[in-house]
């Protein structure tokens, strides 16, 4: 009987150990959300942040289009040239499938 004291003295010290040690580790698994949580928001700012800086640079950009300009008269005196067209489609004929190298993956 006096062992059986013993023992359930030592598994109820056990016990209160663990209850303590799992205070322990729930406190410190809220800390480490609550800065995973920070970083998060710190990130979602630099995102919103660089993303303006971003919009910024491209409303520069399009605002500082100061290209010379030709009115539409001026443009449609233009002589077109008819042939660009064909000239491209020709050397896409002229290219045949055999003098394609393709690497040969599954050997």
């Known amino acids: 009987m006096a062992n059986d004291r013993i023992d359930i ?3 109820v010290k056990e016990q209160v150990e ?3 040690t799992e205070e322990i580790i729930k ?3 809220e800390r480490i959300n609550s800065q995973i949580n920070q970083l998060c928001v710190e ?3 630099m995102k919103s942040q660089e993303a ?3 919009t910024g640079e491209v409303e520069i950009e399009l605002s500082g289009n100061d290209l010379p300009t030709q009115s539409i008269d001026e443009i449609n005196k233009q002589p077109l040239n ?3 067209g064909t000239q ?3 050397s896409l004929e002229e290219t045949d499938d ?3 190298e393709i690497p040969m993956i599954f050997q």
Do not use: G, H, V, Y
Request: no cysteine.
């Open 18 to 20: 663990l209850i303590k």
């Open 88 to 90: 491209s489609t020709r």
């Open 52 to 54: 303006e800086t971003m």
């Open 43 to 45: 990130e979602l700012q």
């Open 82 to 84: 008819l042939n660009i």
């Open 9 to 11: 003295n030592k598994i």
């Open 27 to 29: 406190k410190i698994l």
């Open 98 to 100: 055999e003098d394609l």
